[in-house]
């Protein structure tokens, strides 16, 4: 009699254990599971609360190599970009951009200011001027030379991509779309820092242009900058490299760069 008691006892002890052991599992898989998904506007808190404080930045690109042959197959502003080997770029928070440099032996200045678009060779006797506020995709921006702020939202709809790739990678995956047009990019961000790594430029029928990858990432002051990139056609081959560098950030640039 003593004896079954025992080995109830023991029965009942071993099944309390199983089920707690079942428990503390079931608490671990809970854990460690998915996080719940970001959402745009925490993501837009959050690249405001990361580039706080930044006003303004200038740079120089250099363009380090470039397949010139692979580049004339691609879109016509590429080949155009790379054919400026050298250039300093200036941006101004939320609207303006500057970049000069030379195309042959021809100094050039492009500029963006708000809604209209200025490109100047004075050698060349060219000067012209356009008003992109119905073509928005025409202008440029702090995006443009791979800086994440706020102005991703300037003109454009903003998509988180739920993509278990970029999530086992570190990354957030996002869609940007331009109001008119069906033009526009998918982009993947550092999940943790914020900045850019990866841009896909994709048509009308949603097929990828072109592929940008960053890399090399600088923090300065309250900015985080790709130092390199790499342009890639559509096919996946690699056409080009530049890279920054001289960047200075928040040193008041005045508006009349900008005129």
Same mark, same amino acid.
């Given at each position: 009699?003593?004896?079954?008691?025992?080995?109830?006892?023991?029965?009942?002890?071993?099944?309390?254990? &199983?089920?707690?052991?079942?428990?503390?599992?079931?608490?671990? $898989? *809970?854990?460690?599971?998915?996080?719940?998904?970001?959402?745009?506007?925490?993501?837009?808190?959050? /690249?405001?609360? !990361?580039?706080?404080?930044?006003?303004?930045?200038? &740079?120089?690109?250099?363009?380090?190599?470039?397949?010139?042959?692979?580049?004339?197959? &691609?879109?016509?502003?590429? !080949?155009?970009?790379?054919?400026?080997?050298?250039?300093?770029?200036? *941006?101004?928070?939320?609207?303006?951009?500057?970049?000069?440099?030379?195309?042959?032996?021809?100094?050039?200045?492009?500029? /963006?200011?708000?809604?209209?678009?200025?490109?100047?060779?004075? /050698?060349?006797?060219?000067?012209?001027?356009?008003?992109?506020?119905?073509?928005?995709?025409? @202008?440029?921006?702090?995006?443009?030379?791979?800086?994440?702020?706020?102005?991703?939202?300037?003109?454009?709809? *903003?998509?988180?991509?739920?993509?278990?790739?970029?999530?086992?990678?570190?990354? /957030?995956?996002?869609?940007?779309?331009?109001?008119?047009?069906?033009?526009?990019?998918?982009?993947?961000?550092? !999940?943790?820092?914020?900045?850019?790594?990866?841009?896909?430029?994709?048509?009308? %029928?949603? %097929?990828?242009? $072109?592929?940008?990858?960053?890399?090399?990432?600088?923090? &300065?002051?309250?900015?985080?900058?790709?130092?390199?990139?790499?342009?890639?056609?559509?096919?996946?081959?690699?056409?080009?490299?530049?890279?920054?560098?001289?960047?200075?950030?928040?040193?008041? @640039?005045?508006?009349?760069?900008?005129?």
């Amino acid at each position: 009699m003593l004896r079954a008691l025992d080995c109830t006892n023991r029965n009942s002890l071993l099944a309390r254990l &199983m089920v707690a052991l079942i428990l503390t599992g079931l608490a671990a $898989s *809970v854990a460690v599971g998915p996080a719940v998904a970001l959402t745009e506007d925490e993501l837009k808190a959050r /690249i405001e609360a !990361a580039t706080k404080g930044f006003s303004d930045i200038n &740079m120089t690109m250099t363009v380090t190599l470039k397949d010139k042959k692979a580049l004339e197959s &691609m879109e016509p502003s590429y !080949a155009r970009l790379y054919e400026c080997k050298t250039g300093n770029v200036f *941006v101004k928070q939320p609207d303006k951009v500057r970049t000069e440099g030379k195309l042959g032996m021809v100094k050039f200045e492009y500029i /963006i200011n708000g809604t209209t678009k200025v490109f100047r060779a004075k /050698i060349a006797r060219i000067s012209q001027k356009e008003d992109c506020s119905k073509k928005p995709a025409k @202008l440029q921006s702090a995006f443009d030379f791979g800086l994440v702020t706020p102005t991703l939202w300037r003109n454009r709809s *903003v998509t988180i991509i739920p993509d278990a790739r970029a999530d086992a990678n570190g990354e /957030i995956k996002v869609r940007l779309q331009w109001p008119t047009g069906n033009t526009g990019h998918v982009i993947w961000l550092d !999940a943790k820092d914020l900045y850019l790594k990866k841009v896909e430029k994709h048509d009308g %029928k949603d %097929k990828v242009e $072109s592929t940008i990858v960053y890399t090399n990432p600088t923090k &300065m002051d309250s900015m985080i900058v790709p130092t390199r990139a790499e342009l890639f056609s559509p096919e996946g081959k690699s056409v080009g490299f530049s890279e920054v560098s001289n960047i200075k950030v928040n040193t008041n @640039l005045a508006d009349t760069l900008f005129n």
